[in-house]
C-alpha cells in the first residue's frame, strides 16, 4: 500500500521503525501491505503501528488513487500505483 509509505513519511518514520512498533520484521510488514486488497486486520494492525487510525489508512489509500487516475497511472487493489518507484 503506499498509503502506508506516504503515512511513514508523514510521520518520519522508517519501515523498520513501523516494524519494531509491530513486533515484525521488515519483510514481515511488508508481506502484509503488498497485498492485492488489505484485510481489516492488516490495515488495523499497520494503522496502530503508525500511531492513526483505519479511515486514515483508507483516506490516504482513496485520495493516492483519484491523483493516480487524474494522470492516467494505473491502480492496482491495495492502493500500489503500477510502474511507481517506492524507495525503501
Known sequence: ML???TLLMRR???TTELAKALGLTRE???G???VD????KTLKCVAEGLGTTIDDVLEVMRQE????EKIG???RGD???KGAFVPN
Not at 486488497?37 to 481489516?40: D, I, R, W
Open 28 to 30: 514481515g510488514v511488508y
Open 73 to 75: 497511472r494505473p491502480v
Open 3 to 5: 498509503a502506508v509509505r
Open 37 to 40: 486488497v488489505p484485510t481489516v
Open 12 to 14: 518520519g518514520m522508517t
Open 65 to 68: 488513487r483519484i491523483q493516480a
Open 32 to 34: 502484509r501491505i503488498r
Open 79 to 81: 492502493g500500489m500505483i
